[in-house]
């Protein structure tokens, strides 16, 4: 089974100040892992993803994630945050074994954090 | 850019009524997915389907629950007889095809349609 935890409710941060969400996860084989970001009223928008290679991946709106294996880790980062960032954060993970049928790599979501940034 | 697209953005209904939701995915999309979101909780997955039959489903999709594609761009999720705790956002999803079984494509998601039962 796969799973995710983002153990941060919400993080709280000035703006110019750089941000870390958190998030750890658990698969049986690799993981294909993603974060996308909620605005209030709106559907989830695709951020950034990890399959393969390089362990920093940049995204939109300068958000970048950093993979770690060791820690099985994929916290969501940005240099200096906008109030505009201000949203609900979401990762996910899919297991990188193929499924029996190849229509299926469901996304499991850990429960969200709550990014606001502040003046 | 092309979008997902959910309709009605707001349903309400009586419990043990039946109610359609309905998604309109990206155009060269092959795979649709539902997630349903209850309130301050997690974004749950529901139901995959390709090639017109379900792929996946997990354990919240039961009987009550059904999945379609009625023409060449509508996705819809029905539930026949709903309950109390049927209340939640649904997101409708969708991803191309590249990379078959190992595909490493993203899913896109809709706004959600909020469903609320009395």
């Known amino acids: 089974a796969q799973s995710v935890a983002q153990p941060e409710d919400q993080v709280n941060v000035a703006e110019g100040n750089p941000l870390t969400v958190k998030c750890t996860y658990s698969?049986?084989?690799?993981?294909?892992l993603f974060w996308y970001v909620q605005y209030p009223n709106r559907g989830l928008q695709f951020l950034l993803k990890y399959i393969t290679g390089d362990n920093l991946v940049k995204g939109s709106y300068g958000f970048e994630a950093e993979f770690n294996k060791s820690q099985t880790s994929f916290h969501l980062k940005k240099p200096s945050a906008l109030v505009s960032d201000s949203a609900l954060y979401f990762c996910?993970?899919?297991?990188?074994?193929?499924?029996?049928?190849?229509?299926?790599?469901?996304?499991?979501f850990g429960t969200g954090t709550q990014l606001k940034v502040e003046l | 850019e092309p979008e997902v697209t959910q309709t009605p953005s707001h349903q309400v209904t009586q419990m043990g009524q039946e109610v359609i939701l309905r998604c309109v995915p990206i155009s060269n999309h092959l795979y649709f997915y539902w997630y349903r979101q209850i309130l301050g909780q997690k974004v749950e997955f529901l139901v995959s389907?390709?090639?017109?039959?379900?792929?996946?489903k997990s354990e919240i999709f039961d009987d009550q629950f059904s999945v379609e594609r009625p023409d060449g761009s509508n996705f819809t999720l029905k539930i026949r007889s709903t309950k109390l705790e049927d209340s939640a956002m649904y997101f409708c999803?969708?991803?191309?095809?590249?990379?078959?079984?190992?595909?490493?494509?993203?899913?896109?998601f809709g706004p959600g349609t909020r469903l609320t039962v009395l």
């Open positions: 698969v049986s084989g690799n993981p294909y």
């Open positions: 996910a993970v899919r297991d990188m074994r193929p499924s029996l049928t190849g229509g299926g790599n469901k996304l499991t």
């Open positions: 999803a969708s991803r191309p095809n590249s990379g078959g079984r190992t595909s490493t494509d993203t899913q896109y």
């Open positions: 389907f390709y090639n017109n039959e379900i792929s996946e």
